[in-house]
T-cell receptor
Framework: AQSVTQLDSQVPVFEEAPVELRCNYS??????LFWYVQYPNQGLQLLLK??????LVKGINGFEAEFNKSQTSFHLRKPSVHISDTAEYFCAVSRLSGGYQKVTFGTGTKLQVIP | KAGVTQTPRYLIKTRGQQVTLSCSPISGHRSVSWYQQTPGQGLQFLFEYFSETQRNKGNFPGRFSGRQFSNSRSEMNVSTLELGDSALYLC?????????????FGPGTRLTVL
């Protein structure tokens, strides 16, 4: 079984300040990790993903995430947020199970950028 | 390449009715997954279809069902609607054959049950 925990349900941050959205996972096998963003009244859009290789992954809109195997974490960061980053962010893990891909999403973190 | 499309975008139904939602995946994608999103429960997995077969199912009652056609388009049906079924229903498509796949989401169908 696998699970994803997003520790913060809401994160307020001032514009141009840095932000970190936390994600921890548990799995008995190797997994692949994803961050998605959902803007109001829209579907989810992929921000970045970690499959293998360098543990620092760069995504769209200036976001990056670092895979830490020992701490089973995949935290999302941005050095300077903009008002347009206000959205809900979802961490997800995937692995093959029984021959098909099994994806588990976290409960989401709402990022509110304050002007 | 066209993205995932969902129709209709908005629906209003009354309790006891049934509803059918449609999802057209990205061309070449054979897997379609359905999710229910509500403020209280977050993103919950309903089921996944791959090559016309349901191969993964979440923990939802039998009122929720789906199917997939030979062109990979998928429909989800909810019978005997309840107030608690009001939600954003998202579908996502992927190749579905490797664990490194990315799921691509549609814009969702907003269902309101009165």
């Amino acid at each position: 079984a696998q699970s994803v925990t997003q520790l913060d349900s809401q994160v307020p941050v001032f514009e141009e300040a840095p932000v970190e959205l936390r994600c921890n996972y548990s799995s008995s096998v190797s997994v692949y990790l994803f961050w998605y963003v959902q803007y109001p009244n829209q579907g989810l859009q992929l921000l970045l993903k970690y499959l293998s290789g360098s543990t620092l992954v760069k995504g769209i809109n200036g976001f990056e995430a670092e895979f830490n195997k020992s701490q089973t974490s995949f935290h999302l960061r941005k050095p300077s947020v903009h008002i347009s980053d206000t959205a809900e962010y979802f961490c997800a893990v995937s692995r093959l199970s029984g021959g098909y891909q099994k994806v588990t999403f976290g409960t989401g973190t709402k990022l509110q950028v304050i002007p | 390449k066209a993205g995932v499309t969902q129709t209709p975008r908005y629906l209003i139904k009354t309790r006891g009715q049934q509803v059918t939602l449609s999802c057209s995946p990205i061309s070449g994608h054979r897997s379609v997954s359905w999710y229910q999103q509500t403020p209280g429960q977050g993103l919950q997995f309903l089921f996944e279809y791959f090559s016309e077969t349901q191969r993964n199912k979440g923990n939802f009652p039998g009122r929720f069902s789906g199917r997939q056609f030979s062109n990979s388009r998928s429909e989800m049906n909810v019978s005997t609607l309840e107030l608690g079924d009001s939600a954003l229903y998202l579908c996502a498509s992927s190749r579905g054959t490797v664990d490194t796949d990315t799921q691509y989401f549609g814009p969702g169908t907003r269902l309101t049950v009165l």
